[in-house]
């Protein structure tokens, strides 16, 4: 089983920063890209970040100069640090793995963290 556990969220005033987590657990040999999604009451799950294993990012528009997404190889954690935070950034952010190649060779089509919530105030 793979497991993702986001942390770091929490409540900021606008303009502030923060910085999450995404830890990845389980027989993991290799996840082709993490991203980072974001769910606000009422509206569609949408990315924000996504990160491949060539090392390509892209941003939501609305993200960027903003937000950047990085990996800790050592610790298989990827991180979102989100500077200039804006009270429409008010969120559940959610860490999904899309392929992910198990030591045992089992592909997996990917998997969710349960999220976590980032409030701005203005």
């Known amino acids: 089983q793979v497991q993702l556990v986001e942390s770091g969220g929490g409540l900021v005033q606008a303009g502030g920063s923060l910085r999450l987590s995404c830890a990845a657990s389980?027989?993991?040999?290799?996840?082709?890209?993490i991203g980072w999604y974001r769910q606000a009451p009422g509206k569609q799950r949408e990315l924000v970040a996504r990160?491949?294993?060539?090392?390509?990012?892209n941003y939501a528009d609305s993200v960027k100069g903003r937000f950047t997404i990085s990996r800790d190889n050592a610790k298989t954690t990827e991180y979102l640090q989100m500077n200039s935070l804006k009270p429409e950034d008010t969120a559940v952010y959610y860490c999904n793995a899309e392929g992910i190649w198990t030591t045992a060779e089992k592909f997996i089509t990917g998997a969710w963290g349960q999220g976590t919530q980032v409030t701005v105030s203005s």
């Open positions: 389980g027989s993991i040999r290799r996840i082709n890209a």
């Open positions: 990160r491949n294993s060539s090392g390509n990012t």
